[in-house]
């Protein structure tokens, strides 16, 4: 547990009611209660909705060293900017289907993009990786 809390940075919160947190930091509460249990495979959806970008950033750095260390996470998001640049696979849903499957590069295209949200996008390669921001739409 204290791995746990350490990672998502709540050692500070340890003699605070859960009444007393914001909802920003009981979802860090939350997702710290699933990472206690040590799993090999992390699902979560929608985990970092809510959180400040701060947070956000954190809490996908989190999920990447939980992969680097041999485990399975599976993050369900609709910031594709973040997904972009802590996902080393995307799958994009839509329509009750798999529109895509790889890699951010491959997955967010302009093509993709359009079709399947009918959305432009902005990209672009970083030093620090993947810059993806969706624009404007396509249809008023």
Known sequence: MERAIDRMGLGAFCNRAASGLSGGEQA???IARALAQDTPLLLTDESIAGL?????????RVFRDLAGEGRSVIVSLHD???????CTRIIMVAK???AADG???KVL???LMARVFGVTA???DTAQGLVFQPMETLAP
């Open 103 to 105: 890699p951010p590069d």
């Open 122 to 124: 902005f990209r672009a």
């Open 109 to 111: 295209t302009d093509d």
């Open 96 to 98: 009750g289907g798999i």
């Open 52 to 60: 400040d970008p701060a947070q956000q950033i954190r809490t996908m």
């Open 28 to 30: 860090r509460v939350l």
């Open 80 to 86: 594709l900017g973040l997904a972009a640049r802590h």
